[in-house]
């Protein structure tokens, strides 16, 4: 499920390949991944028009068409773009698509369908509306020591919580804590200051390798550093720092893989 990183790589992906190029035609493949406009609406608002600039606020990626609309991006479970011309290869599950002049297509591209689009009239408001914390790529330190010792309940539960910070999911929770060496069961208002730091620090780093390293591209495992947990996020597979076996437990419902060397329980749980 695309999270922070990936996200931000089809922002930059969208700003290559999809701004400034004016909307000739539009189809949409299945009306079910629009969300409060009906094709014939955004056709209506699109065509003539052109995306001007991109932004990402934690999952949630806006497009600005011309001067203050935008189209909300949201990529569900299999959500991503595609970027082609005529005579190349239509990308499968091509839910929506853009057609721009010297026969090139931009596409929202979605095998699962979980994915939204959706005509917004203010970014802000619509942030608000959504009730999303901070973006995680943003947080300072002090913000999110405050966010985090507010918080009840297991800190793998808190990283994944959008109202706290938006754009961490299932994958990259596991991958922060690995790092920070935390167990996923920590109380979040547990942490001392020092552990906050290094969480806070570990945070950033996760998310920002993993977007320069290319995630939501399908070989981004083959290209991220040594002793990352993502490639081994398999039960029973090796621990990439002590080589003990990865273990999983479930945090409201989501499986969580660590290492129980590496991530040490809490005291009493
Ligand atoms: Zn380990």
């Known amino acids: 499920m695309p999270e922070l990183p990936d996200v931000e790589n089809f922002r930059r992906y969208l700003e290559r390949h ?3 190029k004016k909307v000739e035609g539009i189809k949409v493949g299945s009306a079910k991944i629009l969300k409060g406009v009906s094709g014939a609406e955004l056709t209506r608002k699109l065509k003539g028009h052109s995306l001007q600039s991109t932004r990402r606020y934690g999952k949630h990626l806006f497009a600005a068409v011309d001067e203050g609309h935008y189209l909300g991006f949201h990529f569900g479970l299999t ?3 595609a970027h082609f011309k005529d005579g190349e290869e239509d990308p499968k599950h091509d839910r929506l698509r853009l057609d721009f002049p010297r026969r ?13 689009v959706e005509w917004i009239d203010d970014a802000e408001e619509y942030i608000r509306n959504k009730k999303l914390g901070p973006d ?14 507010a918080k009840r309940g297991a800190l793998k539960a808190a990283l994944m919580d959008q109202s706290l910070f938006a754009g961490i999911g299932n994958i990259y929770s596991d991958e922060i804590l690995f790092h920070a060496k935390l167990h996923p069961k920590t109380p979040a208002s547990a942490l001392d200051v020092k552990a906050i730091k290094r969480l806070h620090r570990e945070m950033w780093r996760v998310l920002e390798t993993a977007v320069k390293k290319g ?26 720092a002590c080589g003990g076996k990865i273990a999983t437990l479930k945090v409201e419902s989501r499986t969580a893989y660590f290492c129980p060397t590496c991530q040490k329980a809490p005291e009493g749980g």
Do not use: I, N
């Not at 931009?106 to 939204?116: I, N, P, S, T, Y």
């Open 18 to 20: 999809g701004l400034h």
């Open 79 to 81: 959500g991503r773009f």
């Open 104 to 116: 090139e297509h931009f596409a929202f591209v979605d095998q699962r369908l979980f994915g939204r």
């Open 136 to 149: 995680a790529l943003s947080v300072d330190e002090k913000t999110f020591r405050e966010r985090l010792s």
């Open 215 to 240: 995630a939501g591209a399908e070989d981004l495992e083959r290209r991220l550093p040594k002793g990352w947990l993502l490639p081994h996020r398999k039960k029973g597979a090796e621990c990439p």
